[in-house]
């Protein structure tokens, strides 16, 4: 028969110390409480370790530790001359003290009982997942979890897990990289920080995750944005999952951190920058009554193509005009905010694009919530065309627009002196698809406010459908005599006192919200030589068809 041995530490004894390797076959190894051994070699066990004593490793050199899956009660690692390393399998069952050193798992887990602890963690005192072990906290709940991990002795990205879901047992492990197909592929070269996770879960389904990762600034790649970041998880055999909501900038001032909510599975999670967002694109079309000729069927041109000279001349600013200085209505909101660090901007050669694709202005974009429109989720400043088309910043492309997931959702065009026009129904958008959407061949096309009986939503020139012009002064109507009840002021007096300072024979040129015919000057009158239209005249004469008394009205 195999005798077992019992070993013993009593109180009374504060610290054994073993300066050999500890074995334990098949024995009782019991460490009372307060009492503390300290190995200096190796640990082999297999079985657990009893007691609510400390085993504390405090080595000059690497120390390992085969635990074959048992359990350790309370595991100090004090060894600042090298790590800690995991031969099998080893479990935790009421604490885990960092003093010094790190621990190494290898291709093994570290499991941390459900009410176990680890504490004194951080930059220099870590758990190493340079393989595939992981660190693993059993069913976790509700109560947020640190697991102190990094892939190697010098990069440290603990990420905190909290589970309002089933409790579950929640396992994490760093990649050196962040892998363009979450865990195989290339690695990335730019706009993440380069540390991924891996969490696992014991079972599938049934958690709700909040997560929140930290990195270091020497962590991030080539043009990532720490302004406009956020957490993605990667959707196997497609892309990186970065909701549009969550792209905002990083807490912290070195490390910094991001959190996300919500999330209902395991998988591979990376910190992220706003080019990586989930975006669908959109090929709108809408006509502006103001620049629009009939003749041609086009919109004019005449902010980018100098009608005095026929040359390229663009008033046209490279950087987008749409911000809440310019009116409450053009506020931004979401991914491209508008800000210094995020703000459409275009390359001039960009308005050297002549025919058909040749640039008339910028319009402001807005996606709205499905159930309430009046709710702005994201906004983006795009370029318009003289046939009409709706394209992102480069001049040719679909418009590019953040979204949180696949669905619903409205979308608003709106321009600087024309009134917005909306969908009537929610269209669905989905990451990376286009969507198709023409608002000039039909008037249901816009949304059609029924308590509105001054006009529909849209213009009408023959058999096409424009955004109405007029909009001098940015509110919801187009006038050119005020109202007092209800009080709308009139666009026309605006330009007067306002664009022209109350000069009425004044001209002024460029680019300006009261250029209501869009050919880069202002005048309340016209001028015969040189020929110079009336911006009054043009607002009376076609928005409101020659009636001094009639409004056209925004349809929200």
């Not at 022209?500 to 016209?526: E, F, H, I, Q, W």
């Amino acid at each position: 028969m195999k005798r077992s041995l019992l070993f013993f530490i009593p109180v009374a004894i504060i610290t054994a110390n073993v300066n050999a390797q500890l074995k334990i076959d098949n024995a009782t190894f019991f460490i009372s409480a307060g009492a503390t051994v300290t190995v200096q070699g190796d640990v082999t066990s297999n079985v657990d370790i009893q007691g609510t004593g400390v085993l504390q490793l405090k080595g000059t050199s690497t120390q390992n530790v085969d635990m074959g899956g048992f359990v350790i009660p309370n595991l100090e690692i004090d060894n600042s001359s090298a790590n800690i390393n995991l031969l099998s399998n080893a479990r935790i069952g009421t604490s885990l003290l960092f003093t010094n050193g790190k621990a190494q798992l290898n291709g093994f887990d570290l499991f941390i009982a459900n009410a176990a602890t680890v504490s004194g963690a951080s930059s220099s005192k870590f758990v190493i997942t340079n393989g595939t072990g992981r660190l693993v906290k059993n069913s976790l709940g509700a109560s947020s979890f640190t697991f102190p991990v990094g892939y190697s002795a010098v990069e440290f990205n603990p990420l905190t897990i909290s589970n309002s879901g089933t409790a579950d047992d929640i396992g994490v492990r760093c990649l050196q990289n962040v892998l363009d197909q979450g865990l195989t592929g290339s690695a990335v070269t730019a706009d993440f920080a380069n540390n991924s996770w891996v969490v696992t879960e014991a079972i599938a389904g049934g958690s709700n995750l909040s997560l929140a990762g930290e990195w270091a600034a020497g962590d991030e790649l080539s043009n990532f944005n720490r302004v406009k970041s956020g957490i993605a998880r990667y959707n196997t055999g497609t892309d990186w999952d970065l909701p549009a909501s969550n792209v905002i900038a990083a807490a912290g001032s070195g490390p910094y951190n991001r959190s996300r909510s919500n999330i209902t599975a395991a998988g591979v999670f990376a910190i992220a920058d706003l080019e990586k967002v989930n975006a669908a694109r959109l090929n709108l079309k809408v006509f502006l009554q103001g620049a629009y000729n009939s003749g041609t069927g086009l919109m004019n041109d005449l902010l980018r193509d100098d009608p005095a000279t026929g040359g390229i001349d663009p008033v046209i600013p490279t950087t987008q005009p749409y911000n809440a200085a310019l009116n409450a209505r053009f506020t931004r909101v979401g991914v491209y905010d508008g800000s210094v660090s995020v703000n459409e901007t275009v390359d001039p050669s960009v308005f050297n694009i002549t025919g058909n694709n040749a640039i008339v202005d910028w319009v402001y974009v807005s996606t709205l919530d499905a159930s309430s429109p009046s709710t702005k989720l994201q906004t983006r400043a795009a370029l318009l065309q003289r046939d009409g088309d709706i394209v992102d910043v480069d001049g040719v492309s679909p418009l590019s627009v953040p979204i949180d997931t696949d669905g619903n959702y409205h979308f608003l065009i709106s321009h600087r002196n024309h009134l917005s026009v909306r969908t009537p129904s929610a269209q669905t958008l989905a990451d990376n698809a286009i969507l198709n959407y023409d608002m000039t061949d039909a008037q249901n096309k816009a949304y059609q406010n029924g308590a509105i009986i001054s006009n529909a939503a849209m213009a009408v020139n023959g058999s096409v459908y424009l955004m109405w012009a007029g909009n001098a002064n940015l509110d919801d109507y187009t006038r050119v005599t005020s109202l007092a009840i209800p009080v709308v002021p009139s666009d026309a007096a605006f330009i007067l006192g306002t664009a022209l300072s109350g000069n009425p024979n004044a001209t002024v040129t460029g680019y300006n919200p009261s250029d209501l015919n869009m050919d880069r000057k202002v005048r309340a009158t016209s001028l015969a030589i040189p020929v110079i239209p009336s911006d009054i005249s043009f607002m009376l004469g076609t928005p409101l068809n020659g009636d001094n008394n009639a409004t056209r009205r925004e349809h929200k």
